[in-house]
């Protein structure tokens, strides 16, 4: 048991996202001073009636999560995360100071109703408030804010829900919102629910061999089968090669589809680099996402396909020079 009183929040934070670091940011700034605790209070003069610590305490902040995501466990077989479990706790780590603790996941603990999940933050972490999103649920019973703050009046602990974070142009930011616009190509979307650009990685392999051959533009071409992939269609990305013998990021173009030039039954992930003609077979890159181009088209013939595929790289270096560069 943390004998420190502790202040948790919880969630599965996949992505990570710009709503996420809200609430973690929050939570934070409320753990480290006496000051910052006075002014959460003033705002929130409801919660400070049941929060039963002694306000000039730091208490200890404790970031919860989930592994393997519920989701796998129950059987959703529409769930499809944002980025991997490592990534995650990497992302976690690099804008908290909280202590992360990861739950093994189990139908067992699935079990547990609300009160006994809290139950089980009062005894192991000491619990004094307990920091959700908006629509957080939680417990077999799938509990609301409601009826955790019922629990907390009961077990001795404080419950602030956090208000929904909105992205530039008003929506409600979520990890199924960002799925959604991945999957329907809205990049520049997606990424500012995120914070960040939306990103795959992979080892490079080899592909069909048309790209820089038949085409004269090489690809990288990655397989993914875990995580969201966009829409079929062609991307302004950029690529990091995680080697020290590439430090930079380059421009490129990025191709998701079927090659229904070529009559392609088997979706592919090719990235022709910019300017670039090393040689990366198995090395490590990461391709991230900016915007979309086109979708993806059936050409009529090989020079058809290569104007097709110069327009796009013209595209993306257009975009990158008005935008990041």
Same mark, same amino acid.
């Given at each position: 048991m943390t004998k420190t009183p502790s202040i948790i929040t919880i969630g599965n934070f996949d992505g990570v996202h710009l709503g996420h670091r809200h609430?973690?940011?929050?939570?934070?700034?409320?753990?480290?001073?006496?000051? @910052?605790?006075?002014?959460?209070?003033?705002?929130h003069t409801h919660i400070k009636e049941n929060y039963?610590?002694?306000i000039t305490l730091n208490p200890q902040p404790i970031i919860i999560t989930f592994t393997p995501?519920?989701?796998?466990?129950?059987g959703n077989k529409f769930y499809i995360p944002l980025m991997t479990y490592a990534k995650r706790s990497e992302y976690l780590h690099e804008i908290s100071q909280a202590n992360i603790q990861e739950i093994p996941f189990t139908k067992e603990f699935a079990k547990k109703t609300s009160r006994e999940f809290c139950e089980f933050l009062v005894k192991e972490y000491n619990l004094a408030i307990l920091f959700i999103g908006?629509?957080?649920k939680i417990g077999s019973d799938r509990a609301n804010k409601d009826i955790l703050i019922?629990? !907390?009046?009961?077990? !001795? +602990?404080?419950?602030?829900?956090?208000?929904?974070?909105? @992205?530039?142009t008003q929506e409600i930011i979520s990890s199924t919102k960002i799925r959604e616009a991945l999957l329907e190509g809205q990049i520049q979307k997606a990424n500012s629910m995120l914070g960040y650009a939306y990103t795959l990685s992979g080892i490079v392999e080899h592909g069909f061999k048309r790209g820089g051959k038949l085409l004269g533009f090489p690809t990288a071409n990655l397989s993914e089968d875990t995580l969201i992939v966009p829409q079929k269609g062609v991307y302004a990305t950029k690529v990091k090669i995680l080697d020290n013998k590439f430090p930079l990021q380059y421009n490129a173009v990025t191709n998701i589809g079927? %090659?229904?030039? +070529? %009559?392609?039954n088997t979706r592919t992930i090719e990235t022709f680099i910019i300017d670039f003609n090393a040689d990366i077979y198995d090395y490590q890159i990461e391709v991230s996402f900016y915007d979309f181009i086109r979708t993806e088209e059936k050409c009529?013939?090989?020079e058809e396909l290569k104007a097709k595929l110069q327009s796009d790289v013209e595209c993306a270096k257009s975009f990158f020079r008005g935008n990041y560069e």
């Open positions: 609430l973690i940011n929050t939570m934070i700034d409320f753990s480290q001073s006496k000051n @910052n605790r006075e002014e959460f209070f003033q705002t039963t610590v002694d995501h519920p989701a796998a466990v129950l908006y629509d957080l019922q629990h !907390g009046k009961e077990l !001795g +602990f404080a419950v602030y829900a956090h208000e929904p974070i909105l @992205n530039n079927y %090659n229904p030039t +070529f %009559n392609g009529s013939s090989l």
